[in-house]
């Protein structure tokens, strides 16, 4: 499970960045159920479980997408990264200093 753990005191965070933590923590754990539900769809026998575990895990992702286009639009540095670093072709790492 992803941590709710502030690293600093409370009062002394923004109200943005403890928004942004919320998002985080969420996105963190949609992307956990995604793969929680792709490894027992792996480990399924049953066919029509298995179905239900990947649409299950289907809407999971769609739940982080949300919460990422979230954080785009409401932290500047970070839609900046998705920006130069989302949906390019050729090489993914090696492109930035």
């Known amino acids: 499970m992803a941590s709710d753990a502030l690293h600093a005191p409370r009062e002394r965070l923004t109200k943005k960045t ?3 933590h919320q ?4 996105l963190i754990e949609e ?3 995604v ?3 792709r490894q027992r ?14 649409h299950n895990m289907r809407e999971e ?4 997408s949300m919460v990422l286009e979230w954080i785009r639009r409401n932290d ?4 900046k990264e998705l920006e130069d670093n ?7 790492a090696g492109q930035h200093g």
């Open 18 to 20: 403890l928004a942004l």
């Open 23 to 26: 998002a985080i923590s969420s």
């Open 31 to 33: 992307l956990e159920a």
């Open 35 to 37: 793969d929680w539900y």
């Open 41 to 54: 769809a792996d480990d399924c026998e049953d066919a029509d479980l298995k179905a239900i575990l990947l």
């Open 61 to 64: 992702m769609e739940h982080a």
């Open 76 to 79: 500047k540095d970070f839609a």
């Open 86 to 92: 989302l949906f390019k072709d050729g090489p993914i």
